[in-house]
Protein backbone atom coordinates (compact mmCIF):
# COMPACT_ATOMS: atom_id res chain seq x y z
CA UNK A 1 0.00 0.00 0.00
CA UNK A 2 1.32 3.49 -1.19
CA UNK A 3 0.69 6.27 1.55
CA UNK A 4 0.99 9.80 0.62
CA UNK A 5 2.07 12.20 3.30
CA UNK A 6 0.29 15.45 3.56
CA UNK A 7 -0.85 18.29 5.69
CA UNK A 8 -3.15 18.25 7.84
CA UNK A 9 -6.72 20.26 7.05
CA UNK A 10 -7.10 23.44 7.12
CA UNK A 11 -9.10 26.98 6.04
CA UNK A 12 -11.61 25.15 5.00
CA UNK A 13 -9.50 22.61 2.46
CA UNK A 14 -9.34 18.89 3.23
CA UNK A 15 -5.87 18.60 1.40
CA UNK A 16 -4.35 22.69 1.47
CA UNK A 17 -1.67 21.67 -0.70
CA UNK A 18 -1.21 22.14 -4.09
CA UNK A 19 1.78 19.88 -4.38
CA UNK A 20 0.25 17.38 -2.25
CA UNK A 21 -3.51 17.38 -4.03
CA UNK A 22 -1.86 16.98 -7.18
CA UNK A 23 0.05 13.71 -6.60
CA UNK A 24 -3.32 12.78 -4.48
CA UNK A 25 -4.91 13.44 -8.06
CA UNK A 26 -2.51 11.38 -9.99
CA UNK A 27 -2.58 8.10 -7.72
CA UNK A 28 -6.59 7.74 -8.29
CA UNK A 29 -6.09 8.76 -11.85
CA UNK A 30 -3.51 5.58 -11.83
CA UNK A 31 -6.16 3.72 -9.73
CA UNK A 32 -3.20 2.85 -7.40
CA UNK A 33 -4.67 2.20 -3.76
CA UNK A 34 -2.91 4.29 -1.48
CA UNK A 35 -3.99 5.95 2.29
CA UNK A 36 -3.62 9.75 3.28
CA UNK A 37 -1.09 10.13 6.48
CA UNK A 38 -0.93 14.09 7.84
CA UNK A 39 1.79 15.20 8.88
CA UNK A 40 1.66 19.03 10.24
CA UNK A 41 5.90 19.20 10.52
CA UNK A 42 7.17 18.94 7.01
CA UNK A 43 10.98 18.97 8.06
CA UNK A 44 9.89 15.29 9.24
CA UNK A 45 9.89 14.35 5.06
CA UNK A 46 12.93 13.48 3.45
CA UNK A 47 13.60 16.67 1.60
CA UNK A 48 11.99 19.34 4.65
CA UNK A 49 8.68 19.74 2.24
CA UNK A 50 5.51 17.80 1.68
CA UNK A 51 4.69 15.88 -0.04
CA UNK A 52 6.12 12.80 0.25
CA UNK A 53 5.36 8.81 -0.60
CA UNK A 54 6.23 5.32 0.76
CA UNK A 55 6.38 2.75 -1.91
CA UNK A 56 7.59 -0.17 -1.58
CA UNK A 57 9.77 0.73 1.33
CA UNK A 58 11.24 3.66 -0.38
CA UNK A 59 10.41 7.29 0.41
CA UNK A 60 9.93 9.67 -2.48
CA UNK A 61 9.68 13.32 -2.04
CA UNK A 62 8.60 15.97 -4.65
CA UNK A 63 5.99 15.88 -6.73
CA UNK A 64 7.48 15.68 -9.64
CA UNK A 65 10.08 13.15 -9.05
CA UNK A 66 7.12 11.00 -7.42
CA UNK A 67 5.11 11.74 -10.92
CA UNK A 68 8.41 9.87 -12.59
CA UNK A 69 8.37 7.10 -10.71
CA UNK A 70 4.53 7.11 -10.82
CA UNK A 71 5.15 7.03 -14.62
CA UNK A 72 7.63 4.28 -14.85
CA UNK A 73 5.57 1.89 -12.57
CA UNK A 74 2.40 2.00 -14.85
CA UNK A 75 4.33 1.89 -18.00
CA UNK A 76 3.64 5.61 -18.88
CA UNK A 77 0.59 5.70 -17.22
CA UNK A 78 0.90 9.91 -16.69
CA UNK A 79 3.28 10.77 -20.00
CA UNK A 80 2.92 8.05 -22.25
CA UNK A 81 0.40 8.96 -24.36
CA UNK A 82 1.31 12.82 -24.76
CA UNK A 83 3.78 14.15 -27.57
CA UNK A 84 6.99 15.43 -26.95
CA UNK A 85 5.51 19.04 -27.50
CA UNK A 86 2.23 18.40 -25.46
CA UNK A 87 5.08 17.56 -22.36
CA UNK A 88 6.87 20.27 -22.97
CA UNK A 89 3.97 23.02 -23.27
CA UNK A 90 2.43 20.96 -19.64
CA UNK A 91 5.71 21.77 -18.07
CA UNK A 92 5.41 25.03 -18.92
CA UNK A 93 2.58 25.61 -17.12
CA UNK A 94 3.44 23.45 -14.26
CA UNK A 95 6.65 25.87 -13.63
CA UNK A 96 4.14 28.82 -14.18
CA UNK A 97 1.48 27.78 -11.31
CA UNK A 98 4.67 26.04 -9.15
CA UNK A 99 6.95 28.88 -9.52
CA UNK A 100 5.37 31.76 -9.56
CA UNK A 101 1.26 31.51 -9.18
CA UNK A 102 2.33 29.22 -5.86
CA UNK A 103 4.26 31.71 -4.57
CA UNK A 104 1.75 34.94 -5.04
CA UNK A 105 -0.88 32.64 -3.28
CA UNK A 106 1.72 31.95 -0.21
CA UNK A 107 2.31 35.80 0.29
CA UNK A 108 -1.51 36.20 0.33
CA UNK A 109 -1.85 33.96 2.95
CA UNK A 110 1.20 34.18 5.03
CA UNK A 111 2.44 37.88 4.35
CA UNK A 112 -0.94 39.57 4.56
CA UNK A 113 -1.44 40.79 8.11
CA UNK A 114 -5.20 40.65 7.83
CA UNK A 115 -5.18 36.93 6.71
CA UNK A 116 -2.21 35.89 9.04
CA UNK A 117 -4.78 34.89 11.71
CA UNK A 118 -6.07 32.43 9.66
CA UNK A 119 -2.36 30.59 8.83
CA UNK A 120 -1.56 30.67 12.93
CA UNK A 121 -5.08 29.31 13.50
CA UNK A 122 -4.75 26.30 11.06
CA UNK A 123 -1.26 25.33 10.87
CA UNK A 124 -0.27 26.17 14.61
CA UNK A 125 -3.21 26.13 16.86
CA UNK A 126 -2.11 22.91 18.61
CA UNK A 127 1.03 24.10 19.42
CA UNK A 128 1.25 24.28 23.49
CA UNK A 129 2.51 27.60 24.67
CA UNK A 130 5.42 28.93 24.67
CA UNK A 131 6.20 27.72 21.21
CA UNK A 132 2.90 28.67 19.90
CA UNK A 133 4.13 32.45 19.96
CA UNK A 134 7.58 31.36 18.88
CA UNK A 135 7.52 28.80 15.88
CA UNK A 136 4.47 30.76 14.23
CA UNK A 137 6.68 33.94 13.99
CA UNK A 138 9.74 31.82 13.04
CA UNK A 139 8.03 30.26 10.18
CA UNK A 140 6.64 33.37 9.15
CA UNK A 141 9.81 35.16 9.16
CA UNK A 142 10.84 32.12 6.79
CA UNK A 143 8.67 32.63 4.34
CA UNK A 144 8.89 36.42 4.22
CA UNK A 145 12.80 35.83 3.71
CA UNK A 146 12.23 33.07 0.54
CA UNK A 147 9.33 35.32 -0.83
CA UNK A 148 12.22 38.16 -0.77
CA UNK A 149 14.98 35.90 -2.21
CA UNK A 150 12.51 34.53 -5.21
CA UNK A 151 12.14 37.99 -6.14
CA UNK A 152 8.43 38.54 -6.19
CA UNK A 153 9.17 40.08 -2.67
CA UNK A 154 11.09 43.11 -3.80
CA UNK A 155 7.65 44.39 -5.66
CA UNK A 156 4.74 46.50 -4.06
CA UNK A 157 1.32 44.69 -3.81
CA UNK A 158 0.08 46.50 -6.68
CA UNK A 159 2.62 45.13 -8.77
CA UNK A 160 2.52 41.47 -6.49
CA UNK A 161 -1.41 41.84 -7.82
CA UNK A 162 -0.83 42.48 -11.43
CA UNK A 163 1.36 39.79 -11.94
CA UNK A 164 -0.94 37.12 -10.34
CA UNK A 165 -3.26 38.85 -12.83
CA UNK A 166 -0.98 38.09 -15.85
CA UNK A 167 -1.05 34.48 -14.44
CA UNK A 168 -4.49 34.10 -14.18
CA UNK A 169 -5.57 35.65 -18.12
CA UNK A 170 -2.53 33.00 -19.57
CA UNK A 171 -4.40 30.21 -18.04
CA UNK A 172 -7.58 31.57 -18.51
CA UNK A 173 -6.05 31.92 -22.67
CA UNK A 174 -5.31 28.39 -22.55
CA UNK A 175 -8.58 27.17 -21.32
CA UNK A 176 -10.68 29.48 -23.39
CA UNK A 177 -11.68 27.51 -25.71
CA UNK A 178 -11.29 23.23 -24.46
CA UNK A 179 -11.88 21.93 -21.67
CA UNK A 180 -8.43 20.58 -20.38
CA UNK A 181 -4.82 22.32 -20.62
CA UNK A 182 -3.74 20.31 -23.59
CA UNK A 183 -6.83 19.93 -25.43
CA UNK A 184 -9.80 17.42 -25.03
CA UNK A 185 -8.44 15.53 -22.37
CA UNK A 186 -7.68 15.16 -19.14
CA UNK A 187 -3.99 14.95 -18.64
CA UNK A 188 -1.11 14.96 -15.35
CA UNK A 189 -0.72 18.97 -16.52
CA UNK A 190 -4.03 19.41 -15.17
CA UNK A 191 -3.56 18.15 -11.96
CA UNK A 192 -0.77 20.64 -11.08
CA UNK A 193 -2.92 23.28 -12.52
CA UNK A 194 -6.36 22.89 -10.74
CA UNK A 195 -4.91 22.15 -7.83
CA UNK A 196 -3.34 25.31 -7.29
CA UNK A 197 -6.83 26.92 -8.35
CA UNK A 198 -8.70 25.26 -6.15
CA UNK A 199 -7.01 25.76 -3.51
CA UNK A 200 -7.18 29.92 -4.50
CA UNK A 201 -11.25 29.55 -5.09
CA UNK A 202 -11.81 27.24 -2.22
CA UNK A 203 -9.69 28.54 0.82
CA UNK A 204 -11.66 30.24 3.89
CA UNK A 205 -11.73 33.09 4.00
CA UNK A 206 -10.82 34.52 0.57
CA UNK A 207 -7.50 35.79 0.12
CA UNK A 208 -6.10 38.63 -2.07
CA UNK A 209 -5.31 36.30 -4.75
CA UNK A 210 -8.95 34.82 -4.32
CA UNK A 211 -10.34 38.20 -5.48
CA UNK A 212 -8.17 38.35 -8.81
CA UNK A 213 -9.36 34.34 -9.70
CA UNK A 214 -13.11 35.44 -9.46
CA UNK A 215 -12.28 38.11 -12.50
CA UNK A 216 -11.68 34.77 -14.26
CA UNK A 217 -15.29 32.58 -13.61
CA UNK A 218 -13.85 29.93 -16.81
CA UNK A 219 -10.76 29.36 -14.38
CA UNK A 220 -13.42 28.04 -11.58
CA UNK A 221 -15.15 25.99 -14.01
CA UNK A 222 -12.34 24.23 -15.37
CA UNK A 223 -10.57 24.02 -11.56
CA UNK A 224 -14.29 22.29 -11.13
CA UNK A 225 -14.40 20.00 -14.25
CA UNK A 226 -10.72 18.41 -12.94
CA UNK A 227 -11.64 17.84 -9.81
CA UNK A 228 -15.31 16.21 -10.39
CA UNK A 229 -13.55 14.02 -13.70
CA UNK A 230 -11.32 12.71 -10.58
CA UNK A 231 -13.65 12.73 -7.59
CA UNK A 232 -10.64 14.36 -5.87
CA UNK A 233 -11.72 17.85 -3.79
CA UNK A 234 -9.55 20.43 -2.30
CA UNK A 235 -12.32 21.44 -0.12
CA UNK A 236 -13.89 19.54 2.67
CA UNK A 237 -16.95 18.22 1.26
N1 LIG B 1 8.87 21.03 -5.39
C1 LIG B 1 8.07 20.50 -4.31
C2 LIG B 1 7.40 21.64 -3.58
C3 LIG B 1 6.64 21.17 -2.33
C4 LIG B 1 6.29 22.33 -1.41
O1 LIG B 1 6.67 23.49 -1.64
N2 LIG B 1 5.56 22.01 -0.34
C5 LIG B 1 5.22 23.01 0.63
C6 LIG B 1 3.74 22.92 0.99
S1 LIG B 1 2.67 23.41 -0.33
C7 LIG B 1 5.97 22.73 1.92
O2 LIG B 1 6.12 21.60 2.33
N3 LIG B 1 6.42 23.79 2.58
C8 LIG B 1 7.01 23.69 3.86
C9 LIG B 1 8.35 24.35 3.96
O3 LIG B 1 8.89 24.78 2.94
O4 LIG B 1 8.83 24.45 5.10
C10 LIG B 1 7.04 19.51 -4.87
O5 LIG B 1 6.72 19.61 -6.07
O6 LIG B 1 6.61 18.61 -4.15
Known amino acids: MIQLFTFPA ?3 LRNVSP ?3 KVEMALVHLGLEFEIVEQSDPRQSPKGKLPYIVIDGESIADS ?3 FDELDRRSDGGLYGSLSPQEIGNGFAWVRLVDDHLYWLMVASRWLDDSWWPNVKQGFFSELPFPLSRIVPAVARRQVRQTY ?5 GKHNLDEQKEFTRKDFSALNAAIASQPYLLGSSLSVFDFSVASLLAGIFDNQPASWVTDIAQEFPSL ?3 AERVQQQLGVWARQQ
Open 220 to 222: KEY
Open 19 to 21: FCL
Open 64 to 66: ELI
Open 10 to 12: AFG
Open 148 to 152: QLHGL
